[in-house]
Nanobody
Framework: QVQLVESGGGLVQSGGSLRLSCAAS????????MGWFRQAPGKEREFVAA????????DYADSVQGRFTCSRDNAKNTVYLQMNSLKPEDTAVYYC????????????WGQGTQVTVSS
């Protein structure tokens, strides 16, 4: 099994930046793609970004395209979400997730980290 631990959340002013980290441990060779999701109060969890371990290909939600950058460090089994030009509507709990080999969905989740953007 893969275990995920997020870090880097916090409080930032509108227009500021934060970098989230997600450290993967356990049977990490079974993970092919890592994703970031977020859930704001009263809203459903939504996709933010994803990156493949092999090749580093990325995907982004339209709402964060151009502001957020998802990357990975294979040697450290860690993925990052660099968030720039943050807006109050980016406030949410951010979750890291892993897509396991031979599956089509994200099935392993971290505990989440709070990001709060003040106006």
């Amino acid at each position: 099994q893969v275990q995920l631990v997020e870090s880097g959340g916090g409080l930032v002013q509108s227009g500021g930046s934060l970098r989230l980290s997600c450290a993967a441990s356990g049977r990490t060779f079974r993970s092919v793609r890592m994703g970031w999701f977020r859930q704001a109060p009263g809203k459903e969890r939504e996709f933010v970004a994803a990156v493949r371990w092999n090749g580093g290909g990325t995907d982004y939600a339209d709402s964060v395209q151009g502001r957020f950058t998802c990357s990975r460090d294979n040697a450290k089994n860690t993925v990052y979400l660099q968030m720039n030009s943050l807006k109050p509507e980016d406030t949410a709990v951010y979750y890291c997730a892993a897509q396991v080999l031979n599956t089509t969905h994200f099935s392993v989740w971290g505990q989440g980290t709070q990001v709060t953007v003040s106006s």
